[in-house]
């Protein structure tokens, strides 16, 4: 038997970190997950996934300085690299956004305006590239500024801004071939 592909059971210290890891990055991760895939099931796949490859490297992660800033580079790269896989998928059945409910108050013309303009909106980051699409999600689902995202994604400042300037303007061309009127 082959000791190399089997898997060692955890000690105590690798327990400790994975939940502290856990429990420092999971909820960020979860919803940058999310906001890839706007599927929950393909979330938590890709959510197990990324922490399952940080177990893999933990070694580097201890070193890290920004462990969020990595495992959202991690969650960003499996993301990639099942991109094919997923886009068969979403030509076949499309996804549903992720919170679509309408709440009683209010009026519901009004609701249904809300609804369609945020439809609208993820529409159109949905149909952004990659390289546009995951520096807006950072920016916009989970607050991170340029440094934090040019960190996470190992790029320059500078192409973190201009690919938020880029991803902006083509929403825009998107929202106004809609009709929206800003």
Partial sequence: MDSTNESKPMDGTAREACARLMERCGDPVYKFCRSLTWNRQDADDLFQDTFLEAFHRREKLCQEVNP?????????NL???RKRRFARRRRLAPEAPLDDTVSGDGDPAEAYLSLEETRLVR???AAL?????????LYYELDMGVLEIADALKLPQGTVKSRLFKARKRIGKELEAAHYAR
């Fill in 68 to 76: 969020p800033g990595l495992m959202l580079a991690i969650a960003s």
């Fill in 123 to 125: 529409e159109a980051v």
């Fill in 129 to 137: 590239p990659d390289r546009l699409r995951i520096p807006v999600t």
């Fill in 79 to 81: 993301w990639r690299s």
